[in-house]
T-cell receptor, first 113, second 117 residues
């Protein structure tokens, strides 16, 4: 089945540790996105990539980093510089073009203790 | 800057009632695309509909219907005869394209719909 996988679904980390969230898609989509969701704030864009080896900062990129070495993978690292990392993180992809809808993964809930 | 406003934070209805979720957008583009997504308690967003700026026809899909009005910059979503399974958070989104060729999506803050049995 084609789709987007995010692992793990729940992640716990101690304050000050970097953590990497996985996002893999087998839809052959060019574009991939990372969003953060906090209660009552909707989805906020962290980073996006519309082609391999290239990515752009979104609206809240500080404290995060990404890589796009393969078309199917777009991992997100939450660094210790991110002041409030506890949130629900969603990965999405689309085949390319602003006219296409996004396909979303199941999300990872990160809790920093 | 582009913006999407969903003024209704939370709506509660009794099963079988009709309910309309409002979405108002701001854009300077003449060509743009609007979307609705549903986020059930499991967390994964599910695509419902896409509309481009040149197509103002209303659309109906089963109990769901969408009303797109460019004159008021609105793209409202109506659920007829609501059911408990409709309980979810619903997001309206607008795609924003740049001269560089890149594009991104702007989401509203979502409306939480609770359908009571």
């Amino acid at each position: 089945d084609g789709g987007i996988t995010q692992s793990p679904k729940y992640l716990f980390r101690k304050e000050g540790q970097n953590v990497t969230l996985s996002c893999e898609q087998n839809l052959n989509h060019d574009a991939m996105y990372w969003y953060r969701q906090d209660p009552g704030q909707g989805l906020r864009l962290i980073y996006y990539s519309q082609i391999v080896n290239d990515f752009q900062k979104g609206d809240i990129a500080e404290g995060y980093s990404v890589s796009r070495e393969k078309k199917e993978s777009f991992p997100l690292t939450v660094t210790s510089a991110q002041k409030n990392p506890t949130a629900f993180y969603l990965c999405a992809s689309n085949p390319g073009g602003p006219n296409n809808e996004q396909f979303f993964g199941p999300g990872t809930r990160l809790t920093v203790l | 800057a582009q913006k999407v406003t969903q003024a209704q934070t939370e709506i509660s209805v009794v099963e079988k009632e009709d309910v309309t979720l409002d979405c108002v957008y701001e854009t300077r583009d003449t060509t743009y695309y609007l979307f609705w997504y549903k986020q059930p308690p499991s967390g994964e967003l599910v695509f419902l509909i896409r509309r481009n700026s040149f197509d103002e026809q209303n659309e109906i899909s089963g109990r769901y219907s969408w009303n797109f009005q460019k004159s008021t910059s609105s793209f409202n979503f109506t659920i007829t005869a609501s059911q408990v399974v409709d309980s979810a958070v619903y997001f309206c989104a607008l795609s924003e394209a740049f001269t560089s060729g890149t594009y991104k999506y702007i989401f509203g803050t979502g409306t939480r719909l609770k359908v009571l049995a």
